[in-house]
């Protein structure tokens, strides 16, 4: 028996809350992406071939866009938050290298994933090339706090992809451990990318917390949304399989939720597909029916929600501004991928 659930995409308002800092840091984002083109340059043929293959795939520059937002919310005018924005996007593109290996996974963005191309070595290596030039412009950028918020992001995003291998087939996982780890891999760099802002800028240690806040509880929002998608969007939404989690045994929110609620039957069927990796015909729609009959997915799109109301609220001590509105907005954008 099959079980039909998908979520309506609102893709024309999800594109629209993507207006305003898309407008708001055009010109610079121009500038990032000339140097990220410049920066994947190198002698050896196949640097170059597997960065661009992933960097032009048609990923949003979110986080970029961030650390350039949040620079012009407080007001910075000078040219580090580019090279920043840069070696936050070399950051992101480099953990994705690594876990399409970690992961098996055969898609990104919608495209064969550079390991199916190239080998897992050769990711691996570029993700490590990519890193070693995202700090070789933090270093050019020459401010100590900037590169010490970045460079620990580094070590904590690190640390949250080990700590989900040692969750991954476990459906014993709850709720409070399943959240530390997307804070370490997801959003750990969200809240980097809000915070060099305006470190750069010289605000004040108030409105430093309030932007990182604002990234982290954004980059929380932002992985619950797709820990939903994964069960009830597209391939589309998601640039990669439906179901890709379920079939790599990974504990995300709603097996948590729905493990937590369900009877030892249910389990039963979870420590089988997840723990054991034997998964047969028809269990990815039995585990999505599952997800459904508790609620779990409802669930994870409300505390994706509520994250969203925290990284808002985070920027209240900012006065109105087109910036602020812009940043506002994009918290729309993430939570709206699904409704």
Known sequence: MSVAYSFATAATPTEASLEGIVGLVRADMDRVNALILSRTGSEVTMIPEVAQHLISSGGKRLRPMLTLATGALSGYEGDGTVKLAASVEFM????????????????RRGKLAARMLWGNEASVLVGDFLLGQAFRMMIEVGNMRALDILSTAAVVIAEGEVAQLAAAKNIGTDEEAYLAVIRGKTAELFAAACEVG???????KEEQAACRAYGMNLGIAFQLVDDALDYGGSQADLG?????????????????????QGDETERDFWRRCLERGEIGEGDLEQAMGLLVRHGAIAQTVERARAYGAAAKQALDVFPASPAREALLDVVDFCVARVR
């Open 240 to 260: 990669k399989n439906v179901g890709d989690d379920f079939r790599e045994g990974k504990i995300t929110l709603p097996i948590v939720l729905a493990v937590r």
């Open 198 to 204: 305006p470190v750069l800028a010289g605000r004040t």
């Open 92 to 107: 992101h593109t480099a953990t994705l290298l690594h876990d399409d290996v970690v992961d098996d996974s055969e898609m």
